[in-house]
């Protein structure tokens, strides 16, 4: 996996802990969304498909086919 496909994971997992831990409105927790969104931007444009950075896990993958 590249790094930055990992790198891009990782920065959308830290807002979800942000979240737990301090609300949606906290400035850090709006400051980790916005770093989230830019990596998930940049991921696209190089060209990774949205799956790349979201897998399906393997019980929603085998429902859906």
């Keep these: 996996m590249p790094h930055r496909i990992r790198a891009t994971r990782a920065a959308q997992y830290?807002?979800?802990?942000?979240?737990?831990?301090?609300?949606?409105?906290h400035p850090l927790t709006l400051a980790l969304l916005a770093a989230a969104s830019t990596a998930a931007a940049r991921a696209w444009d190089r060209g990774?498909?949205?799956?790349?950075?979201?897998?399906?896990?393997?019980?929603?993958?085998?429902?859906?086919?």
């Design 48 to 65: 990774h498909p949205v799956h790349s950075i979201h897998p399906v896990p393997a019980q929603r993958a085998t429902r859906a086919h």
């Design 14 to 25: 830290l807002p979800v802990r942000a979240i737990t831990a301090h609300g949606l409105a």
